[in-house]
């Protein structure tokens, strides 16, 4: 029999010291969101199944751990992403006829983790514009992403900007406008995982209608890189309206990116579709040097809010800050937190003392009888002793 403190795999308890930084990440973020002029929401951790999976595709269902309602009998879900449960915010709940910025931050539950060392149990934080169809607001939440990045001391950025239009543009111009939702799932995936093989085999079969469409998927996913992988792209891709506008909107992007942040690294991957299947136009994922995962993905997902009975132009991105803790974790290690030591006792000067501390922001950690030696994640730098009469702050 197993142990009874044994976790179920990738689910982890987050330790004192972690758990501070995490939670002063939490902080920074949500005031970075904040000086934005975005709004603080808390959707339910559950909900009805078809609320909060309808349109958001395959990917994200097969991530939802169910169960049955003992109250109603309905099946219910443990949110995998809180984006559809926003979208329900807006459309329902707050049905403004402006434009709405949100934003969240609470735990998600994967059945299955996102790679081998992911916690199937995220900490999501993320913030959405809803009502605006202009890329002024992908341009926003972009460089809301990086600024939450910079503030929290993360280094070596790099951004990778994509559009979900070009694929849909390239299999229109190869005459494959409406394929079924299997053929398009495994063509997402083939592209996204850059698989040449899969291309071919789909080029040989559900798209053998399509003349030379493994070529050009194949040369899709070749497009990576600097500036000049969009004038590739406008050489090698079919001509279709959609295709012109992706790179269109990746240009005018690119070029605002850098005209805020002349050191910021852009660039582009036009076959990454990574996420879930309700992204509808630009997309961007931001990268640190050293750490082969994105840590922030968004994007604009214009049709999230048309399953509510609202389709509403939408744009956002959303993040782990477990892992923003880790990585940071990781390059700084984990700072002990300043402290002041104080005796326990019942002079009532004393504990005056304590509780000034305190109110002025310093930690105090009182030392209970018989726990002198004691070690904790603070650092106690100072100690609170009596001199001459008063309670005083002295250095160790």
């Not at 949110?79 to 559809?84: H, I, K, N, V």
């Not at 539950?109 to 900490?123: D, F, G, I, K």
């Not at 279709?240 to 992007?253: K, M, Q, R, S």
């Not at 300043?338 to 105090?364: E, I, K, M, S, Y």
């Amino acid at each position: 029999m197993s142990s009874a403190w044994l976790l179920p795999e990738h689910i982890a308890d987050v330790l004192p010291a972690q758990a501070r930084r995490v939670e002063e990440l939490r902080r920074v973020w949500l005031d970075a969101a904040r000086g934005y002029g975005y709004e603080l929401v808390m959707p339910p951790l559950l909900e009805h199944l078809d609320s909060l999976l309808t349109g958001t595709g395959h990917e994200l269902d097969l991530r939802t751990f169910k169960l049955v309602d003992q109250l109603s009998g309905r099946t219910l879900g443990v949110r995998a992403d809180a984006t559809p449960q926003v979208a329900r915010i807006d459309a329902h709940l707050l049905n403004r006829e402006g434009l709405t910025r949100l934003c969240y931050c609470g735990p998600v539950l994967h059945t299955r983790p996102a790679s081998p060392q992911a916690s199937r149990e995220p900490l999501q934080l993320g913030a959405e514009i809803y009502g605006h169809a202009g890329l002024e607001a992908d341009l926003e939440v972009t460089e809301l992403a990086l600024e939450g990045l910079q503030a929290s001391g993360v280094t070596g950025l790099v951004i990778d900007l994509a559009d979900v239009r070009l694929v849909q543009g390239v299999l229109a111009g190869l005459g494959l406008p409406h394929l079924d939702d299997a053929t398009h799932a495994a063509v997402v995936g083939a592209l996204t995982d850059k698989d040449v093989g899969e291309l071919h085999d789909l080029a040989q079969g559900p798209l053998a209608s399509a003349a030379g469409a493994a070529d050009v998927l194949v040369t899709l996913t070749t497009l990576y890189g600097d500036d000049t992988t969009l004038d590739k792209a406008r050489a090698v891709l079919p001509k279709h309206p959609l295709v012109d506008a992706a790179l269109n909107d990746l240009a005018w992007l690119s070029r605002h990116l850098r005209q805020a942040q002349p050191d910021l690294r852009v660039g582009f991957d036009l076959s990454d579709l990574s996420g879930y299947a309700y992204y509808s136009g630009t997309r961007f994922a931001i990268y640190a040097e050293g750490h082969a995962d994105a840590l922030v993905r968004g994007g604009r997902y214009d049709e999230v809010g048309a399953v509510f009975g609202r389709r509403r132009p939408a744009v956002g991105f959303s993040l782990d800050l477990k892992i923003i803790a880790e990585l940071l974790a990781g390059r700084q290690g984990l700072a002990v937190r300043p402290a002041v030591r104080a005796p326990w006792g019942g002079d009532p000067a004393l504990r005056q003392a304590v509780r000034a501390l305190r109110g002025q922001g310093h930690t105090v950690v009182c030392v209970l009888p018989g726990h002198e030696h004691d070690v904790q994640e603070f650092d106690c730098d100072r100690e609170l002793a009596l001199i001459d009469g008063r309670w005083q702050v002295r250095p160790i």
